[in-house]
C-alpha cells in the first residue's frame, strides 16, 4: 500500500490558478502510475487526469484538457496537478490515486483529498 497526502486546495476566483500536491510514501511510487480524481458535492467521483509511472505519457478528462497539467517528480516521490483558467464547474474534493490499466482502476484507499472552490 501507498499513503497519499493531497495538499494545495483552497479558494480562488474564476480564472484563478492552484497546484495541488500529492505526497506519496513508499519506495515504489516510482513504479505506478497516478491519477487525480475530483468529487463535487452531490456527485461522482470522476477521473481528471493521469500520469505514466515515467512522467513520459498524460491523459486528461476532456472538462480539463488544454487548462490542468498533471506532473510527477518520482524523487520527491510526489505528483502534481497545475490548474489554471479554473472555472466554478471545478469546485470539487481532489484526491490522488495510484491507478492500472485504461480504465484508470484505483489501487489504493482514498486519502482525505483537497478542497477545491472556485468562485464566480
Known amino acids: 500500500q501507498v499513503q497519499l497526502v493531497e495538499s494545495g486546495g483552497g479558494l480562488v476566483q474564476a480564472g484563478g490558478s492552484l497546484r495541488l500536491s500529492c505526497a506519496a510514501s513508499?519506495?515504489?511510487?516510482?513504479?505506478?502510475?497516478m491519477g487525480w480524481f475530483r468529487q463535487a458535492p452531490g456527485k461522482e467521483r470522476e477521473f481528471v487526469a493521469a500520469?505514466?509511472?515515467?512522467?513520459?505519457?498524460?491523459h486528461y478528462a476532456d472538462s480539463v484538457k488544454g487548462r490542468f497539467t498533471i506532473s510527477r517528480d518520482n524523487a520527491k516521490n510526489t505528483v502534481y496537478l497545475q490548474m489554471n483558467s479554473l472555472k466554478p464547474e471545478d469546485t470539487a474534493v481532489y484526491y490522488c490515486?495510484?491507478?492500472?490499466?485504461?480504465?484508470?482502476?484505483?489501487?489504493?484507499?482514498w486519502g482525505q483529498g483537497t478542497l477545491v472552490t472556485v468562485s464566480s
Open positions: 490515486n495510484t491507478i492500472r490499466g485504461s480504465d484508470y482502476r484505483v489501487l489504493n484507499t
Open positions: 513508499g519506495r515504489t511510487f516510482s513504479s505506478y502510475a
Open positions: 500520469i505514466s509511472w515515467s512522467g513520459g505519457n498524460t
